[in-house]
């Protein structure tokens, strides 16, 4: 099993952008964002309320 650690990005179709984002790259940090801000939002609505579900979405990108 395969185990990533904070500067080793797991190896997924993200994985690459989440290395470049970690190295400093601000255009792949964007796209890393944009390509995962609809799933974050998509599991934050089905557990949470309203502009709750943006809001947290939105904090967890920042946290990123």
Same mark, same amino acid.
């Given at each position: 099993?395969?185990?990533?650690?904070?500067? &080793?990005?797991?190896?997924?179709?993200?994985?690459?952008? @989440?290395? !470049? +984002?970690? %190295?400093?790259? *601000?255009?792949? &940090?964007?796209?890393?964002?944009?390509?995962?801000?609809? @799933?974050? !939002? +998509?599991? %934050?609505?089905? *557990?949470?309320?309203?502009?709750?579900?943006?809001?947290?979405?939105?904090? @967890?990108?920042? +946290?990123?």
């Amino acid at each position: 099993t395969f185990t990533a650690t904070p500067l &080793e990005p797991a190896r997924t179709e993200h994985g690459d952008l @989440a290395a !470049r +984002a970690i %190295a400093g790259d *601000r255009d792949a &940090e964007r796209e890393l964002c944009r390509r995962l801000f609809p @799933a974050i !939002r +998509a599991f %934050a609505r089905r *557990r949470l309320r309203g502009t709750q579900a943006e809001d947290f979405a939105q904090e @967890a990108l920042v +946290a990123f």
